[in-house]
């Protein structure tokens, strides 16, 4: 994302990013009561965005970039002061009495900082980008760590050249066949930041290429979710607005803009996950005295109303 990142803690990292989301920090107003209860993933013929995040993940800090386990009892997340700074991946787990207290995952980092967590869609391994092997905490690499047979972590292993370099790499997106979509500031592109595409191969190198117009243009593409059928998508860019999510459709061999997500206009939008169907999107933006929220929207007509998933798990009556 979702990706993020800090003037304070890392001061020229991705400085034009950090001014536009900066200055939407400072617009935080005008949205809706913190306090008001959250619902159960109800539809919403309104089409605007309704705030989802659950009472047990909210904070005044800054939630974004939500991923969750194939059997929506694991919920990853990314955790940030009220200045978008000094970020921290956190999780939770479903239980009866829904969410658990946020908690550092065992591969968190002794120093530097975790974002943009993302699990596979089989569980066993979690993307994320992380400043832990930079001595000036500067500059972020996508990392991953493994889930062993007994359910726990390894050790983070991060990704080689040509996948990682010497800019940021942002909001890893893995989809099922291995392949990794990601942002980076690397030379070569089309503006500040593109967004590029990462192919395995058979003798265990990656091949990586920029994905080109409409998705990298002169603008700052940094944050990209593909839905599971490779149809659709929804990239974070900035062009000279602060940073707002649009749609992507895919037409034979390349994609086009089908349009910018109704979200508020005055504030940026980090961290979109659209569902496995890509029919509903979840993303961060301001939400007045709680700083930042995941808030859920539609895409289609009549979604699947049973994503996101829902803690405690039960009937159409519970709520997150």
Request: aromatic share 8%; charged share 25%; net charge neutral.
């Amino acid at each position: 994302m979702a990706m993020h990142r800090s003037s304070s803690v890392f001061p020229r990292l991705r400085s034009p990013l950090l001014r536009s989301l900066a200055s939407g920090l400072l617009l935080i107003a005008g949205c809706a009561d913190a306090g008001a209860p959250n619902p159960p993933n109800p539809p919403n013929p309104t089409g605007a965005p309704l705030r989802w995040t659950p009472p047990g993940i909210a904070s005044d800090q800054y939630e974004s970039s939500p991923t969750f386990s194939p059997d929506g009892r694991e919920l990853y997340f990314m955790r940030s002061d009220r200045q978008f700074a000094n970020w921290k991946i956190l999780y939770s787990r479903c239980g009866r009495d829904g969410w658990s207290t946020p908690q550092p995952p065992s591969f968190a980092a002794a120093s530097g900082a975790d974002a943009d967590p993302f699990l596979s869609a089989d569980g066993r391994r979690l993307y994320f980008v992380s400043t832990r092997h930079d001595p000036a905490g500067e500059d972020l690499d996508i990392h991953y760590v493994e889930r062993g047979a007994d359910g726990a972590w390894g050790g983070a292993q991060r990704l080689p050249e040509p996948v990682n370099s010497k800019a940021s790499e942002l909001l890893p997106r893995a989809t099922a066949d291995g392949r990794l979509y990601f942002g980076s500031s690397r030379g070569g592109g089309h503006g500040k930041n593109d967004l590029y595409l990462a192919t395995p191969q058979a003798d265990g190198d990656w091949r990586v290429r920029n994905l080109g117009a409409p998705l990298s243009t002169a603008a700052d593409e940094y944050e990209a979710d593909v839905a599971r059928d490779g149809r659709s998508l929804v990239a974070v860019i900035d062009r000279g607005d602060r940073s707002h999510l649009y749609r992507f459709e895919r037409r034979g061999d390349g994609w086009r803009e089908s349009g910018r997500i109704p979200a508020r206009s005055d504030v940026f939008q980090v961290g979109p996950l659209l569902s496995p169907r890509g029919d509903r999107l979840l993303f961060a933006q301001a939400d007045g005295e709680r700083s930042g929220e995941l808030f859920l929207i539609d895409l289609v007509a009549k979604p699947d109303l049973a994503w996101p998933p829902r803690c405690p798990q039960g009937g159409a009556g519970t709520s997150n």
